[in-house]
C-alpha cells in the first residue's frame, strides 16, 4: 500500500539554525500538507499545497517557514533561523483530488521529530 | 478562531464494550470531517470519513449532526487495540483542522 514517507525521522538542531524537512508524497497525489504537534497538543495545521504553490496556510507559517516541491517526487518544508519553540513533530500529509470546498482524505508520514536546543 | 473541541477522556472501558465520542466544531463552512487514530508518538492513521450525515465501517460509525455541529463516533465490541487517542478532524477549503483527541483505554 502506496505511503508517505519523511526524512529525517529525528533532527536535533541549534536555536538560529536553518533546517529542512523532507516528504515523499504518495506518488498520484496532487495535494501536499505540513502540520506539526507540539507533545501533548493539538496536531496543527501549518499549510498546503498545489500545482507548485501554497494554497492556504495558517498563522503558525510566518516569514521563518518556506515549502518547496523541488522535483517530482519530494516536498520540503524549511526552517529558516529555528526557535526554542519550533520543537515538534512535523507531519507530512497528501490527498489526492480536492472539489470545491470538499477536502477529500489526507494521508500523514510517520513524521519529523525536531528537537531546537 | 475556527475550534474542534473534544472530551480529553481518558476513556476507560472494558472489552467487548460500546463507547461513544463526540466532537463539535465552530466553523460553518466545514464540509468534511474525519475520524483518525493516533497512537502513542505515532502519526495519525485515517480511521472514517463523514461527508453527508454519516458513515459505518465494521464495528465503526461515524454521525453527522450539521444543525447542531457535532460529529460522534462509536465503536461496538471494544477491542484491546482499539487503546489509542481517536482525533476528530474538520476540514473547510484545503485545510483540516484537528481537536485534542480523546484518549481510549481497553482493559481485559
Known amino acids: 500500500e502506496p505511503e508517505v514517507t519523511q526524512t529525517p525521522s529525528h533532527q536535533v538542531t541549534q536555536m538560529g539554525q536553518e533546517v529542512i524537512l523532507r516528504c515523499v508524497p504518495i506518488s498520484n497525489h496532487l495535494y501536499f500538507y505540513w502540520y506539526r504537534q507540539i507533545l501533548g497538543q493539538k496536531v496543527e495545521f501549518l499549510v498546503s499545497f498545489y500545482n507548485n504553490e501554497i494554497s492556504e496556510k495558517s498563522e503558525i507559517f510566518d516569514d521563518q517557514f518556506s515549502v518547496e516541491r523541488p522535483d517530482g517526487s519530494n516536498f520540503t518544508l524549511k526552517i529558516r533561523s529555528t526557535k526554542l519553540e519550533d520543537s515538534a513533530m512535523y507531519f507530512c500529509a497528501s490527498s489526492t483530488i480536492y472539489e470545491g470546498q470538499t477536502l477529500y482524505e489526507q494521508y500523514f508520514g510517520p513524521g519529523t521529530r525536531l528537537t531546537v536546543t | 478562531r475556527k475550534e474542534v473541541e473534544q472530551d480529553p477522556g481518558p476513556f476507560n472501558v472494558p472489552e467487548g464494550a460500546t463507547v461513544a465520542f463526540n466532537c463539535t466544531y465552530s466553523?460553518?463552512?466545514?464540509?468534511?470531517f474525519f475520524w483518525y487514530r493516533q497512537d502513542c508518538r505515532k502519526e495519525p492513521k485515517l480511521l472514517m470519513s463523514?461527508?453527508?450525515s454519516g458513515n459505518e465501517d465494521g464495528r465503526f460509525t461515524a454521525q453527522l449532526n450539521r444543525a447542531s455541529q457535532y460529529i460522534s463516533l462509536l465503536i461496538r465490541d471494544s477491542k484491546l487495540s482499539d487503546s489509542a487517542t481517536y482525533l476528530c478532524g474538520s476540514g473547510a477549503g484545503n485545510m483540516l483542522t484537528f481537536g485534542g483527541g480523546t484518549r481510549l483505554m481497553v482493559k481485559p
Open positions: 463523514v461527508y453527508s
Open positions: 466553523n460553518s463552512a466545514s464540509q468534511s
